[in-house]
């Protein structure tokens, strides 16, 4: 079985795939000083609640974007599951993809990998939003090439920066509110945070599709995918395992190579 590793700025998922079957996941805050040991402990536990075992693992692949982290999956990997991990950035590691940038070395891991599995499930030319860390455009062309993208703040750290700013704002709760217009001030943020972050949304992808010139499919994953996608029909589709089905294309198609 492959077990795959997500490590993004504010979680760490990992999961577990026998062959393209998705047998498991399980969520951890990311933290860069969290050893390899404690994710073991953790990790470990946590699968026998799915009658998994640790020998089941025999390979393993990561997707990391917080480079402090790296030694220490690389050592869970290693020590714990005695599989010596592909890592996405390597240069072994081919993702099958062109990365149409500047510099594709600066691109996040998540992204390419996002790419990857995007184009593979709904091909292209298409948009992929990840509500992440950071709200994330991605471009993916008709060949599957990622083309570039759009970074914007998340609507979380846009509220929680409202409310460290403001000091008789509080700290509110991101979904959809009852009306748009609000008659005080909590309804009044939970409209601008979420009927804003829609406008953002609408108005990004009219934008990247007008300068692309050619109809494109919207997808969307992350966390609040689900509750911006119920309020606008720009997203056709909600895929929360995109990057765990992209790390296991990517491992597959290299493991095969």
């Not at 950071?134 to 990622?146: C, E, K, L, R």
């Not at 929680?160 to 748009?180: F, G, N, S, T």
């Not at 995109?242 to 493991?255: D, P, Q, S």
Request: overall charge negative; aromatic content about 8%; charged content about 20%.
């Amino acid at each position: 079985m492959l077990l795959a590793v997500d490590a993004g700025n504010t979680n760490v998922v990992f999961s577990i795939f026998d062959g393209e079957t998705l047998r498991a996941k399980w969520r951890a805050s990311s933290d860069s000083k969290r050893t390899a040991d404690e994710y073991a402990v953790w990790l470990t536990q946590l699968m026998t609640l799915e009658d998994l075992r640790p020998a089941d693992v025999t390979e393993a692949i990561i997707a990391n974007v917080v480079p402090a982290a790296a030694y220490h999956l690389t050592a869970l990997c290693e020590s714990f599951f005695q599989a010596k991990p592909m890592v996405i950035g390597d240069p072994q590691v081919d993702l099958g993809i062109q990365v149409r940038m500047d510099r594709p070395e600066n691109v996040g891991a998540d992204r390419l990998v996002n790419a990857v599995a995007a184009h593979h499930s709904y091909g292209g030319p298409l948009i992929a939003i990840d509500f992440g860390t950071a709200t994330t455009f991605d471009i993916i062309g008709p060949d599957g090439a990622y083309e570039g993208g759009v970074i914007a703040p998340s609507a979380q750290h846009s509220s929680e920066a409202l409310y460290r700013a403001a000091a008789q704002l509080p700290r509110v709760k991101i979904e959809r509110p009852e009306h748009v217009i609000g008659k005080d001030t909590v309804p009044g943020m939970k409209s601008g945070i979420y009927w804003g972050y829609v406008g953002l949304i609408e108005g990004l992808v009219a934008r990247i599709r007008e300068e692309y010139g050619q109809p494109m499919k919207v997808i969307a994953t992350g966390g609040l995918a689900p509750i911006y996608a119920e309020a606008t029909s720009v997203i056709e589709a909600v895929d929360q395992d995109l990057t765990l089905r992209g790390l296991c294309l990517i491992h597959a198609a290299n493991a095969g190579a």
